[in-house]
C-alpha cells in the first residue's frame, strides 16, 4: 500500500490529458472514448451543413435572378430539369413537369382547379422532401447537446466512487492521492462540455438558417403557384373561345 501511495504521489505532478485517460476506470475509458467520437462527427456534420447551406444559398440566388430576368421558363425548366441543385430548382422542376403533364386538360377548359390544386400539391410535398434533407443529421446534434454532459457527469460519478473506494483501501487521505483520481473523473464532465457547447450552439444557427431557407421556399412555391394560376386562367379562357 505504501508503494501504490508513493507511485500515485509520484503521478500526482503529471496530469497530462494523456496520462488522465490512461489511469482512468475502463467505464471512463469507454465515456471519453464516446464522448471524442461524438465530438469529432458533431464537427464533421458541422462543417457539411455550413458549406452545404452556403452553396444552396448562392444556388438559390442565381435561379431566382434567372426565374424573374424575364427568361422562358420553357427555357429554364429545360436547362434545369436533368438536376436541380438546390430545393428552389427542385420544386420549380416538379411544378412545372406537373403543368405539362397536365396542360392538355386546361387546354380543354376542364378542371382547372384540379390542376391548380395538383401543382400546388407537388410543390409541398417536394418542398417537404427537400426540408427533411435539409434537416438530415440535424436530430443528432440536438441530442450530443442535451445528452453528453450528463453522459459526462454518468463518467465523473463513476470515477469519484472507485476514486473513494480507492482511497478507502490505501487509508491515505492525502490531497496528492486524492487529486488524481479526482481530475480523471472530472475529465469526463469536461469532455462532455466540450462536446456539448458546440453541438448547441451549432444546431441552433443551423436551425436559424434552415428556417430561413423554408421561408424563401414557401415565397417561392406561393408566387410560382400565382404564375401558374394565371397561365391555368389564360389557357382556359383560350380554350372556351375556341370551342365558342
Sequence with gaps: MEVEAINTIANAGNLSLSTLFWQADVVVKLVILALLAASV??????????????????????????????????????????????????????????????????????????????????????????????????????????VAPFVGLFGTVWGIMNSFHSIGLSNNTSLAVVAPGIAEALFATALGLVAAIPAVIAYNKLSSDIDKIGVRLENFSGEFAAIMSRQIDVKSAKAKEKEK
Excluded at 63 to 81: A, P, R, T, V
Excluded at 119 to 132: F, H, L, N, Q, S
Design 41 to 146: 462527427w458533431c464537427w464533421a456534420i458541422i462543417f457539411q451543413k455550413l458549406s452545404g447551406f452556403r452553396k444552396i444559398r448562392l444556388s438559390m440566388k442565381k435561379f431566382e435572378d434567372k426565374f424573374w430576368s424575364g427568361m422562358s421558363l420553357d427555357e429554364l425548366y429545360d436547362e434545369i430539369k436533368g438536376g436541380p441543385k438546390n430545393p428552389m430548382e427542385a420544386i420549380f422542376v416538379a411544378a412545372t413537369k406537373e403543368w405539362k403533364s397536365s396542360s392538355f386538360v386546361v387546354q380543354k377548359g376542364n378542371l382547372t382547379v384540379g390542376v391548380q390544386q395538383r401543382i400546388e400539391r407537388v410543390m409541398k410535398i417536394t418542398m417537404d422532401r427537400e426540408m427533411g434533407y435539409l434537416e438530415n443529421r440535424m436530430p443528432f446534434l440536438a441530442s450530443t447537446g442535451a
